[in-house]
């Protein structure tokens, strides 16, 4: 049996499966799942809404201290407030996906979004998952993950997953998307995207996602 309060960090590109086997194994353990994208597009919803300038980081900081991210548990899953507000769905529109990593770029954000995630995790069972979890919110994380998969795959997922919801998609566009943001999140100077020296990665191009979340729970429970 894995012993009490351990973190589990799950790392990687974008549309690798962090989030949905994230969910997976937290319901498991009856663990909190610590979705740190929200917390990244959340502001980023702000700073458009107030037509704050993206490379201007002390305004957007500004804002960011003037600001609450809550991700709360509801009967429908996990649910993202912004100032008391559900943008549970409107941070996943195409205008604040394209600009988040413009956001997330900046140092001094991130290090109070590090600040939040830390005490959001503090004395608690918990799967975090983001791009810096295994390298700076969670240095000392008992398990580290970091998924990959192929960008065509990783667009593909998410064309189903758009198609499911109803919403007008594009193989193309959605494969440009991903990669310009991998670029932009791996390139950054401030706690760039990449695997930490003891993460375990797991390629799951060709896994379904019961593979990957039974892949972990093994690691999980070699602790
Ligand atoms: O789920 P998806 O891959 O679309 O992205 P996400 O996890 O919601 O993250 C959105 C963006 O936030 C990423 O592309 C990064 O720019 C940024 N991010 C970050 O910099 N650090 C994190 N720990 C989490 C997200
Ligand atoms: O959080 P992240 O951006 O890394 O990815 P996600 O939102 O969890 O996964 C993107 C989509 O891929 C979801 O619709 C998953 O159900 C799907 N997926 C899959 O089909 N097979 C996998 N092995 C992993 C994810």
Excluded: C, W
């Excluded at 198609?163 to 998307?177: F, P, T, V, Y």
């Excluded at 191009?205 to 593979?211: A, G, H, Q, R, W």
Aim: charged letters at 35%.
């Amino acid at each position: 049996m894995p012993k009490e309060y351990i973190a589990i960090a799950i790392d990687g590109p974008a549309a690798a499966g962090k989030s949905t086997v994230a969910k997976i194994i937290a319901e498991k353990l009856s663990y909190i799942y610590i979705d740190t994208g929200a917390m990244y597009r959340a502001l980023t919803l702000k700073a458009i809404n107030r037509n704050i300038d993206l490379e201007n980081d002390q305004a957007i900081l500004e804002e960011l201290m003037q600001t609450t991210i809550e991700l709360k548990q509801s009967e429908a899953g996990q649910i993202v407030l912004l100032d008391g507000k559900d943008v549970t769905d409107e941070i996943r529109f195409q205008n604040v996906t394209t600009k988040v990593s413009h956001v997330a770029k900046h140092a001094p954000i991130r290090e109070e979004m590090v600040r939040r995630q830390q005490e959001m995790a503090k004395n608690r069972g918990v799967v975090m998952d983001g791009r810096d979890i295994g390298t700076h919110v969670l240095p000392d994380a008992e398990v580290k993950i970091f998924l990959i998969a192929s960008v065509e795959e990783r667009a593909k997922r998410r064309h189903e997953e758009n198609i499911k919801k109803g919403i007008a998609s594009n193989m193309e566009d959605l494969k440009r998307e991903i990669e310009e943001r991998d670029r932009i999140d791996t390139n950054r100077e401030a706690s760039p995207l990449i695997k930490a020296k003891d993460a375990i990665e797991v390629d799951t191009t060709s896994l379904n996602i019961n593979e990957v979340a039974e892949r972990i729970l093994v690691e999980v429970s070699n602790i």
